[in-house]
């Protein structure tokens, strides 16, 4: 089954060579107008041009240097350290006891 479902995917993702266009320009399936406002979004979505501002190795340290950066870090960590609980919590409970039997609480006293 799983050889089924990766063969597929495989082949969607060797069609995406043929089927997706590599710029706005020589997309034959938009026409001259949707071409144009596609071209209007992309500049308009642009921040800035990464080639006139800062080196890869500026932006790299100033991203270690910004707390919010070491904050989605931190985030991320406690994320997957609550995360690991469902997977690992069983097995350990399960070591701490010497034997396979369930313990019951004593007789609980109902109070009313």
């Given at each position: 089954m799983?050889i089924?479902?990766?063969?597929?995917?495989?082949?969607?993702?060797?069609l995406?060579?043929?089927?997706?266009?590599?710029?706005?320009e020589?997309?034959?399936?938009?026409?001259?107008e949707?071409?144009?406002?596609?071209?209007?979004?992309?500049?308009?979505?642009?921040l800035?041009?990464?080639?006139?501002?800062?080196?890869?190795?500026?932006a790299?340290?100033?991203?270690?240097?910004?707390?919010?950066?070491?904050?989605?870090?931190a985030?991320?960590?406690?994320?997957?350290a609550?995360?690991?609980?469902?997977?690992?919590?069983?097995?350990?409970v399960?070591s701490?006891?010497s034997?396979?039997?369930?313990?019951?609480?004593?007789?609980?006293?109902?109070y009313?």
């Amino acid at each position: 089954m799983f050889i089924v479902e990766g063969v597929a995917s495989a082949v969607v993702g060797l069609l995406g060579f043929w089927f997706l266009p590599n710029r706005i320009e020589t997309t034959k399936w938009l026409s001259n107008e949707e071409r144009e406002m596609a071209q209007n979004r992309m500049e308009r979505d642009r921040l800035i041009n990464a080639q006139e501002h800062e080196s890869v190795w500026d932006a790299l340290k100033n991203a270690v240097m910004d707390w919010r950066t070491w904050l989605f870090c931190a985030m991320q960590n406690f994320h997957y350290a609550g995360l690991s609980f469902i997977n690992f919590l069983p097995t350990s409970v399960t070591s701490l006891t010497s034997s396979s039997t369930i313990m019951k609480p004593a007789n609980l006293v109902a109070y009313t």
